[in-house]
């Protein structure tokens, strides 16, 4: 892999003068032209980030993906990853050179539109340079072709994610950055793609990803397999899960049950499942809860938005926490129905429609939270209004205004939760329940597979209500301190 070398102005070599002023101006002139070149060249590089408050180098200007392929080669045994990344992208400006986000691992080869160029890596940065520049508006093709041992990541919170290694088990987890560790790519949420992931593993080992199985195929006893996303996805929510699961695919062509009125009592998409066998007893339980939570789900949100859905239970030392990947949410063993409820919630809120930054990601917690006190009160009785006094109660939920984590380290923290979902409640009782129900759907329609922000949502409501709730904002959503119930 070649270092890309800094450009040298073509400054004519100064007249030779005699009086020390002539050096310096030829100096001045030297370091103008110098400017003025680094400057028209910053008129077309590509930026580094795209300014996220809480990740500023995550990301990248300059182009927009639409396709991403990865085909990936993985060796259970040595940990070793093989991929090829293949990034079809819109630039959205005039390009001399992009970035691309990646850690770890080694670059063997780039090519931009079939062409060899140039790479240079500084940090998780990866800076390409073509060899003839993009044109705003044009699309492109990049190939990026890598290997090595995929590497954790830990978090400004000191979580883990990226690739967790466990034995021969392997899963990719993303949020928020840790898709970085195994393929190149605009790794912050606001730029979201389709996705192709082919993963070949040894036979009889198991490779499960997003979206729907297009193939699978055995020979010289390596199995490949092929998934397919079509709906966009955010890069956090991509995933691969190796190991040696049980899978089983559901394909859903009924759609009605005697006597529901036309109302889909099973989900309308297919179902794809991974189980680790050590947990196949527990994990059945928590399976054959899956339909009917995304059925209730989808009459209580609207249209369950991909064209699958699906869960991945590993073992409890696989990650640290369950994670709504897109279409088919990672669980570190089997956990508890309000965890499985949270991340089917997530497809909805979060991966459909998706956090303009990370710091709009209270609107992914606080409607995954939501969810689990309404799944509360329609299968155990206990009162919305219980979940919402419990976390008020909760001191942990106060420490800052959900959609102001004091740092990134925070941006999991309870507040993002708890109080998340209590500004929600807040919304409901200002409106009615009606209305309440109403603007949510409305909100996941509108907003379907697209990104928003905070500012979105609080547009959104007070235009669908009718009602000024400027109230339930300076003391719910952005206010410091807990704020009397009356
Ligand atoms: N966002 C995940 C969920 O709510 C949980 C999660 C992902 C998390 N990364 C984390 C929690 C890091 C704590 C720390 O389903
Ligand atoms: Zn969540």
Known sequence: MDQRTPAAPAVPAAPLGTAATATVTALALLLLVGCAADAAEHGTRGAAGVGDRYFPRLGNGGYDVQHYGL??????????????????ARATQDLSSFNLDFAGMTVDSVTVGGRRATVHRSGTELTLRPRAGLTRGETFRTVVRYSGVPRRITDPDESHEGWLRRGDRAVGLGEPTGSMAWFPGNHHPSDKASYDIRITVPEGVKAISNGELRSERTSAGRTAFAWHSAEPMASYLATVAIGPYKTHEVKRKEKRKEGTKGQAAVPVVPLYTAVDPTVAEDGAELLAELPGIIDWETKTFGPYPFSSAGVIIGREDDSEYALETQTKPFLPGPTSVGTLVHEVAHQWFGNSVTPRTWQDMWLNEGFAEYAEWLWEEHTNDIPVQRSFDEAYADDDNWAFPPARPPSAANISDSPVYGRGAMVLHRVRVAVG????????????????????????????????????????????????????VI
């Open 71 to 88: 085909t990936l080669d993985y060796a259970p045994s040595t940990g070793r990853l093989k991929g090829t990344a293949e990034i079809t």
């Open 433 to 484: 329940d009606k209305a309440f129900f109403r603007i949510v759907r409305g909100w996941l329609r509108t907003y379907r597979h697209g990104n928003v922000s905070t500012d979105d949502f609080t547009a959104y409501v007070e235009k669908e209500s009718g009602q000024d709730l400027r109230g339930v904002w300076d003391a719910w959503l952005y206010g410091d301190s807990r704020p009397t």
